[in-house]
């Protein structure tokens, strides 16, 4: 694996405060939050978040909402059909993620991926799509990486990603890991660089300190140095983006 499998650093964090400007919509049956840019509602440029397993949610929803701020199309599609982990259980701790995972699989996700693309692509005419994976859908970042499906790529602290994905990336990706990860560890970290090399892709990988799995969508804002990083994890994509996309 270039990634481990999601554990249960990926159920904990912290609900931000906010008040979304998008709308939520059912797009070929899928729940999908959506946020336009000011003043432009044709965008040449999307940005797609796969989300962690707590799906659409205020945390992921704000960083969409950034996202649109910057010029870019967002919209986050409910990966996992009405069945997401409950912030609820983050909270206090219960999140039964061993019942939950064998449900939200490739071939329950990869569909709704596909939806999605299709979506931006014929029925918005936008050009160029971007994949913005946090956690668990840092996997699916990499997967649709491909000619005609992501253009560039974007994850934070990704999980579940297998080292044949990683590989098959055909475009340009940006990785932000935490100094703190039992999920994508230093080792897994230098891997997946010697993987990344090969490709010939564009790539980079950078590392916060202090942070642990998990920070670039639910970091405790109230610590100044977990919301700086966060904001430094955002700028990461937007730059990656504004540069390749």
Known sequence: MASKPPGACCASGFRHEGTPVGETKSIGGTETYIVYPKNNQTPEKAVIILSDIFGIYINAQLLADEYADNGYLAIIPDLFRGDPIKLSDMESGNANLPAWFPNHQPAVVDPVVEASIKYL??????????????????????????????????????????EEELAAVAGPLSICASEIDNIFTAALRHKSEEILIKTGQAWQINLYSGVTHGFAVRADLSNKHHKFAKEQAFFQAVNWFNQYL
């Open 121 to 162: 692509r014929k029925d918005l005419g936008v050009k160029r799509v971007a994949a913005v994976g946090y956690c668990f859908g840092g996997k699916y970042a990499c997967r649709f990486l491909k000619p005609g499906k992501i253009d560039v790529g974007y994850t934070a602290h990704p999980s579940f990603v297998s």
